[in-house]
């Protein structure tokens, strides 16, 4: 073993250098340089001194944004997990034939193939500027991630259960209600929790190109060079982060899953 770890250490030094070179030149083709980097402290500096002391300067349109953030992504949430429920069940192998299941999939891995800035930029341009194209682009979001996790729970079930209904002669429903949601609904509880938390931080970004939410109000305040009010709005954000966070941490702790819905 020794001398063939001898012998590989040229290409391994070798490797390195190429990967130490390819990062030079692409930080020379993108014009990264010290002298940037400093000047950017300075104006980083400048900009946080222009933010403090924070400043409400529009109450009425602070409030109604935080509002349409939080109702947003309520909304989206609800609708990605009703979405998500049946792409769940029929995308999981288990339960489902494999021409049943790979459309599902593939469905599932468009939906989380996209950014929500972008998905959200497609949905202003489809139905116009508001709360309507950030529930769209949210919904989508959820139906990505939630979808996922919903197949992936249900492909975990114990099969010994299902079994015993099927046995039975019972319908497809049955086999659903008796045989598999007793052994996954918690976790989708808790899934559905944590995408409500998610939603409510995205809400926030994808108002920034006009699909709803305080992140409008964000990006006005900025076009108006209020900082203050920047900075105002940005703690307000972090707040509502927080109590939305720790509302989903409570849910998933009574529910007994962890931040990922999956049991303790």
């Not at 049946?86 to 339960?95: C, S, T, V, Y």
């Not at 007793?182 to 998610?198: E, L, T």
């Not at 305040?221 to 009010?229: G, N």
């Amino acid at each position: 073993m020794a001398p063939l770890a001898f012998e590989r250490k040229p290409l391994v030094w070798l490797g390195w250098a190429i990967g130490l070179a390819y990062l030079l030149f692409a930080a020379a083709q993108l014009d990264i340089t010290w002298a940037r980097f400093i000047l950017g402290l300075d104006n980083g500096a400048k900009f946080l001194g222009r933010m403090f002391p924070p400043a409400i300067l529009q109450p009425d349109s602070m409030a109604r944004g935080l509002l349409e953030s939080l109702e947003i992504s309520i909304l989206a949430s609800f609708l990605g997990v009703v979405l998500a429920l049946p792409i769940g069940i029929f995308g999981a192998r288990n339960l489902m034939p494999s021409w049943v299941t790979l459309p599902i999939r593939g469905l599932v891995a468009v939906c989380r193939s996209f950014h929500p800035v972008i998905v959200a930029i497609i949905f202003v341009k489809a139905v116009g500027f508001g709360a309507m194209a950030g529930i769209l682009t949210l919904t989508v979001a959820s139906i990505g991630f939630i979808g996922k996790l919903f197949t992936e729970a249900i492909e975990e079930i114990s099969p010994k259960q299902v079994e015993a209904v099927r046995a039975t002669g019972a319908p497809f429903v049955s086999l659903l209600t008796y045989g598999v949601f007793p052994q996954v609904m918690s976790r989708f509880v808790g899934f559905a929790s944590y995408q409500v938390d998610s939603n409510l931080r995205n809400s926030t970004m994808v108002g920034i190109v006009g699909a709803g939410g305080i992140g409008g109000t964000l990006f006005s305040a900025f076009q108006r060079y209020d900082y203050d009010f920047v900075c105002a709005i940005v703690l307000a954000i972090v707040a509502m982060i927080m109590v939305g966070e720790t509302g989903a941490r409570w849910v998933r702790k009574i529910l007994g899953v962890d931040a990922r819905g999956s049991d303790d």
